[in-house]
């Protein structure tokens, strides 16, 4: 199983971008997903999260700006940022609780994406 995170970039403050993971191999289900970011020095913190239920959580500090989702189908799941901020920039991550075919549920990770929020 592989995760593959896109849709990072430089944006300037005010703006958006939208993060996309891909989950890829021989996965039966996908759990709960979700998205880390690690700024310059700083511990890695969970953003956001969406159950396979549909259910969503998020740190205080996107609230209102960030909304996840996913598309089962394409085992695929997104991170629309909105109303960015410099506080933002961090490296993003997106992790995945699978089932995979002969395996037991567990948490995958993609690569990290960068987002610089700057003008």
């Known amino acids: 199983v592989q995760l593959q995170a896109s849709g990072g970039g430089l944006v300037q403050p005010g703006g958006s971008l939208r993060l996309s993971c891909a989950a890829s191999?021989?996965?039966?289900?996908?759990?709960?997903t979700h998205w880390y970011r690690q700024a310059p020095g700083k511990q890695r913190d969970l953003v956001a999260t969406i159950t396979s239920g549909g259910y969503r959580s998020y740190t205080d500090s996107v609230k209102g700006r960030f909304t996840i989702s996913r598309d089962n189908a394409k085992n695929t799941f997104y991170l629309q940022m909105n109303s960015l901020k410099p506080k933002d920039t961090a490296v993003y991550y997106c992790s995945a609780d699978i089932y995979a075919y002969g395996r037991a549920l567990a948490t995958y990770w993609g690569p990290g994406t960068q987002v610089t929020v700057s003008s």
């Open positions: 191999g021989s996965i039966r289900s996908i759990s709960a």
